[in-house]
């Protein structure tokens, strides 16, 4: 008998989030920054998300984990029901999430010391003895590549990849199973992102992570990622196992963003994008993208697309997507 490949094992399933500023009838309206996601993230993966700046990406990270509160939906982490946790509980459930920052100047405490600063969280949650406590620090400066003497120093005294590093301590402090890193290498040089990134990958093979990767850097998100969803205007619009994103986008924005990644040569002319993505706080009729959609028909201004899975785990909101049948790389 062939024995079946074991189906991935679901740990955080998400459906209709949103997450809306202001007041219905105000002045100032209200802003859709999440407008019903729906996405289930599998244990061990990497799910990358990418989009614009202001594409809803950061804000949907902070809902799955209530650093902000969701206007409505669902949020399930390996069978618990996230968002009707009171405040012990959450508590108790976040030694099991955790959040990488995107700035490593300004998530670090400028007046605590390193040691202080990652030992909070055995702290807070009542872990260890002080002995045990400064043992267990040592161990993680060692594991993200720093030396169990930093821990007597202060942030300034740390270059920007250090300090990421020092993030990264600090979110594997408690053990974690998810860890959503938003922008975790934008702030840094390109040679010491690739560092950082190598590091993740190899905590992750280490420690059985789940990652929820935001960045909008595509080459960054191809590097690390298992899946990658495409954001815009607060919604999902495609999502497919990475190198069948890269070689065969079904949405038109997706294959806009892929051809506007800087290359040495082309072998075809660029889609250029135009426009800037409209206001969540106004955001057209029918689908969000249509107003620079170069493939819009009469429909498009008139019905939102469903996401809809168009061939075996490649999911796209279209209402005329590309032909997955072409075989078209765009990169």
């Known amino acids: 008998m062939i024995d079946q490949p074991k189906q991935p094992l679901p740990l955080l399933q998400i459906t209709g989030l949103k997450k809306h500023f202001g007041r219905p009838g105000s ?30 990406k950061s804000t949907f990270a902070r809902c799955i984990v209530r650093l902000t509160e969701p206007t409505s939906g669902n949020v399930t ?12 509980n959450m508590r108790r459930l976040r030694k099991r999430m955790q959040f990488i920052f995107q700035d490593p100047y300004s998530s670090l405490n400028p007046r605590r ?46 270059s920007g990849g250090q300090r990421q590093r020092i993030g ?29 990134l190598n590091l993740l990958v190899k905590l ?17 998100i191809r590097h690390i990622s298992d899946r990658i ?4 205007l607060g919604r999902l619009v495609e999502l497919a196992p990475v190198d069948v994103l890269y070689d065969r986008p079904l949405h038109h924005y997706t294959e806009a963003l892929l051809q506007a990644v800087p290359r040495a040569t082309r072998q075809s002319e660029r889609q250029i994008l135009g ?3 409209p206001s969540p706080r106004n955001p057209p009729s029918g689908c969000p993208f249509h107003t620079r959609c170069r493939a819009k028909q009469d429909r498009c201004t008139r019905e939102v697309p469903d996401f809809v899975e168009r061939e075996p785990k490649h999911w796209v909101a279209c209402h005329f997507p590309n032909d997955p049948g072409s075989g078209a790389r765009v990169v």
């Open 27 to 56: 002045k100032a309206g209200v802003v859709k920054a999440v407008d019903g996601v729906d996405i289930t993230i599998y244990r061990g993966e990497t799910l990358g998300l990418v989009g614009e700046s202001g594409c809803g």
């Open 77 to 88: 982490f390996d069978g618990i029901d996230v968002l009707k946790q009171d405040a012990p």
């Open 113 to 158: 010391r390193i040691g202080q600063i990652i030992a909070d969280a055995f702290r807070v949650h009542k872990l260890y003895n002080e002995q045990e406590r400064q043992e267990r620090v040592a161990s993680l400066l060692e594991t993200v590549g720093l030396r169990p003497e930093h821990a007597d120093r202060f942030p300034h005294q740390f």
């Open 168 to 196: 990264i301590a600090r979110a594997l402090a408690l053990n974690p199973e998810l860890v959503v890193a938003d922008e975790a290498v934008s702030a840094l040089d390109v040679s010491i992102q690739a560092q950082v």
């Open 204 to 220: 992750q093979h280490q420690l059985s992570l789940t990652y929820v990767f935001i960045s909008h850097d595509l080459g960054v």
């Open 229 to 232: 969803g495409v954001m815009y």
């Open 275 to 277: 426009g800037d993505v």
